[in-house]
Structure formats: C-alpha cells, structure tokens
C-alpha cells in the first residue's frame, strides 16, 4: 500500500472511527422507518415521430425508496436508503453522521455530496411533479441520449465524507456549510462526457477509476422575514477529474435562492459544468480540435418554478427550464456546438388521502440548434400517484 | 390529426385533476378548526415549518407515539440545511405532536369505536 493510498484509507476511516469510539453508549436505538412511492405514466404524442426513433423513456415507471434512520446515540446517527426504479435498485444512503454539534457535522459513507437547493428535494414524495428540473435530469426528459441527461442528474451518490453544519443568528438568519471529498464522476479513456452509469449501483463496480477524490463544497444563507415568509440563496460547487490517467476535469458550479411567500413557494437554480475531454482522432468532429488535443465544453442548465398551495387539497406549479451546452462533440451527434433545450410546464398535485396524492403535469418541449430559436416542440404529459408512509 | 390528439391528451389531464379536486376532500395536515383553541398557534408553526421541505402527511402519518422519538425526529429536521426551524421553535411543535400523538389521534379512535 502506497504512502498516498494510507493517507486516503485515514481521511475516510478517521471519521468513523473516531464517531464509533466517542459515542456514548445509547439506552436505545431510536429508529425511524419511512419510504416513497411514484408511478407515473408519461405520454408523449409525437414520441416514435422522430427521424432517429423513439428517443423517451415514456410508458410507466416507478420510484420506490425505503429509508431506514437510527439515532444510535446522541452524537451519532446513521440512514441507510434503498431505492427502486429505472436502474433497478440503488443504494443512494449508507452513511453515518457523527455531530460534534450542530456547527460540527462529520458525515462519511455513500450519500448524495451537498450541491444545489433541489438535491434535498430529489425524493419524487418532495416535489410537485413527476420528473426533475432540466438540470437535474436523470433520465426522464426526451432525447435523453442527444444530451446525456442534465447537468448533474439527481440524486448523485458517492463514497466519501463531508463535513458541514448549520449555525442560527439569532432567530432570523441560518446559515449552513458544507465540504466533502468524494471518489468523483468518472469515464472510460477516450470519452466525450462522463458516464453516469459509472457512478451508480448499476455500473457493478463502486471504487474509483483514479484514486484522487474529487472535492466541493456548499454554502447556503436563509433569512426568516416575518413569520410566514423565508428567502434562501446559496452557492456550491465541485471539481474533480474523470479518467483513470486524471488528465481531464469536470468543474461544476451553482447558485439557488428561493423565497417562501406565504402559501407559495418560488425556486431558482443555476448550474453549469465545465469539462475537458480529449477528442478521438479518429472521429472527425463538428470544430476544429485544439492543437494540444485537449477541447472544452460547457453544459449551462436554469429552472425557476413557482409552487402554490392553493387549497389544503391542491398544489398547482409553473416552471420554465432549460439546457444549454456549447462545445465541440463528434459529427455524429444531433446536437450543434451550440444547442438548446426549453421546456415549459404546468402541472399540480391533488390530494386523494393523507399522504397520497395525484400528480399530474404538462409540458412543452422546444430544441434547437440555432439558440435561442425553438426549432423543434414537442408535447410530454405526466400522470401519477405518489404515496409516502 | 395530431393537433386533435394534442387536445384530447391535455383535456384529460385537465379533466382528471379536475375530478380528482372535486371528489376528494383529503388534506395532508388536518383542519384547524377541528383543533382546540390552545393548541391552533402551535399546529400553525408546525405546519409552516414542516411543509417547507415535505408534506405534513409524512409526520403525521409516522406512526410515532412517544415523545423522546419525536424529540430526535424534530432535532434531526432541524438541523437539515435551510430547515428554517430554530431551537426556539422545537418547544411548540413537540407540544403539537404530544397533542397529536395522545389526545388527537385517541379521539379519532374513540370516534372510530363509536361508530
């Protein structure tokens, strides 16, 4: 084992050994049993339309988590969270928080790293409708493939540890911080983007591809403005390198803020992710490659959503998103070096029983690949149940 | 053709939010003014606070019965970032889910058995 390899093995055990021998002995486990589920059927009329054949993930899908929490003793707890959907099971929580106090939080296990607002909200159970903004798309927008998803689809798991906290001044402003390193998004050699896949359960194989972890960290301010009303504004960001030979980078940033007003809720998020590649020489590309055989390319995604309460019975949501990638990438792809997609939507959720609700959206697509022209529309309708226990 | 087909789709969809609104009274928290008067400011901070991140329906429908795990569960969202719930604000909202967990649901039960 190298000198490197031993100092890595010691930021990660350190933690938890240090949470395992502190904690004092608990007169009993408090746990906490709860879960999820979503099935949603989505309609796409023009879905088998198009030159290149059905590009859609529509029909039905589920999402199912179960999440066990135990608060093993005052200073240490533990989740485990199991979910169930399209990449068949996933283990997105397996981790322990030790808390010093509330400021000192020591996290290490597999768990989603603190990046944007929405991450906390990923859960199909918490949020309005059936899919996710653009830039946390994980699969269910169309022409998943032309895009390679969203900018960071959700949830991101990861092995690693994170130490972050929260902190109240006085009685109107949190503030909450957060730094982890982690193994980091990764990619065969040779690959134009990252490999999501890599990163799941699904891709078999949980360790690293390069043995350097990849580090962010997240800050996040919400003031309390009268009773009834809060504003929230944070920025993340995260960096790492994706090749085995850790000659190529991903540098991801964001920035959120959203306002409570009363029974309504308004959310924005801004997120790009800039990355280095190193385009085939045997496949010709739409620019021309950089002498030094190293290209960029940046992946900018928005969404701003506002979310109404508008009885005890009915939610109702409008949202604007959208994707912009700008860069080089093969001449096979459908996408032009600079190629857009905006997607507008309506949709609201009804409640048929406490903790159970009906879901329901519409949404019109527009592509293009002269920006900011919607060329392409299309129409996508979501209908579902989601339940929660 | 398929602009027809376009307005058949979103008709049902508008059709069956619309039917869903219309048939259900259900609610993910509970109607204030089945509340005694003391506990209704109480029941109000804690349906502020706790909807901000998820539905009431998720507490409510916990299942917990004892006020040391509601002490943890409560502490535990507190912490989540951006709760927006102070430690000031724990005080009211365990004393609504004592309420909740031993005197409200009790009714309910009792009104269930009279029935």
Same mark, same amino acid.
């Given at each position: 084992m190298t000198r490197a390899q031993v100092m890595r093995l010691a930021f990660v055990a350190g933690p938890l050994a240090a949470a395992l021998l502190n904690a004092a002995p608990a007169a009993a486990v408090e746990r906490n049993f709860a879960g999820s589920a979503q099935l949603d059927y989505l309609f796409v009329p023009?879905?088998?339309?198009r030159p290149g054949g059905r590009s859609v993930y529509d029909g039905f899908t589920t999402e199912v988590a179960l999440k066990l929490a135990a608060d093993v003793s005052d200073h240490l707890s533990a989740n485990v969270k199991v979910c169930y959907g399209c990449h068949g099971f996933e283990l997105p929580m397996a981790y322990f928080d030790f808390r010093v106090a509330d400021e000192l939080v020591f996290r290490a296990g597999r768990f989603s790293p603190?990046? &944007?607002?929405f991450n906390i909200r990923q %859960? #199909?159970? =918490?949020?309005? !409708?059936s899919d996710k903004p653009l830039p946390y798309d994980?699969?269910? *927008?169309?022409?998943p493939g032309d895009w390679n998803l969203g900018v960071l689809p959700s949830p991101f798991p990861d092995n690693g540890v994170e130490i972050g906290g929260t902190h109240w001044f006085g009685e109107r402003v949190q503030l909450d911080y957060a730094v982890y390193a982690t193994s980091g998004f990764r990619a065969p050699t040779?690959? =134009?983007?990252?490999?999501?896949?890599?990163?799941?359960?699904? &891709? &078999? =194989? *949980?360790? %690293? =591809? +390069? &043995?350097v972890p990849a580090g962010g960290g997240r800050v996040v301010a919400t003031f309390r403005v009268g009773e009834g009303n809060d504003v929230t504004v944070g920025g993340s960001v995260m960096y790492g390198t994706w090749d085995p030979a850790n000659r190529f980078s991903y540098l991801i940033a964001g920035g959120d803020a959203a306002a409570r007003i009363g029974r309504t809720q308004v959310r924005f998020e801004y997120l790009v992710r800039r990355q280095t590649f190193a385009p085939d020489p045997a496949v010709p590309y739409k620019l021309l490659v950089p002498a030094s055989g190293e290209d960029t390319f940046e992946k900018h995604g928005a969404y701003l959503e506002v979310e109404r309460? *508008? !009885?005890?019975?009915v939610t109702l949501l409008a949202r604007a998103d959208g994707l912009y990638r700008a860069g080089n990438l093969p001449i096979?792809? #459908?996408?032009?070096p600079r190629a857009a997609v905006f997607r507008y939507t309506v949709g609201g959720t009804v409640a048929v029983a406490p903790g159970f609700r009906i879901k329901a959206s519409g949404e019109l697509w527009a592509f293009t +690949?002269?920006? #900011?022209?919607?060329q392409e529309l299309d129409l996508a309708f979501h209908l579902g149940v989601v339940g929660t226990f | 053709m398929k602009r027809a087909r376009t307005h058949r789709g979103r008709g049902l969809l508008a059709a069956a939010l619309i039917a869903a609104a219309c048939a259900t009274t259900a609610r @993910?928290?509970? @109607?204030?003014?089945?509340?005694p008067v003391e506990v209704r400011p109480d029941y109000t901070l804690f349906a502020r606070r706790c909807s901000?991140?998820?539905?009431?329906?998720r507490p409510l429908g916990s299942g917990i019965r004892d006020d040391a795990t509601w002490a943890d569960y409560v502490d535990r969202m507190r912490r989540?970032?951006?709760?927006?719930?102070?430690r000031a604000d724990t005080g009211p909202i365990l004393r609504f889910l004592h309420y909740y967990s031993f005197s409200y649901t009790a009714g309910r039960r009792g009104d269930a058995g009279g029935e």
């Open positions: 023009d879905a088998s339309s603190s990046f &944007g607002a %859960d #199909p159970a =918490n949020h309005a !409708t994980m699969g269910r *927008m169309l022409r040779g690959s =134009n983007d990252l490999t999501w896949s890599l990163s799941q359960t699904r &891709g &078999g =194989n *949980m360790i %690293d =591809n +390069n &043995g309460s *508008m !009885t005890e019975t096979a792809s #459908p996408l032009a +690949n002269d920006v #900011p022209v919607h | @993910d928290g509970l @109607d204030v003014a089945t509340l901000k991140c998820h539905q009431l329906a989540q970032p951006s709760s927006g719930i102070t």
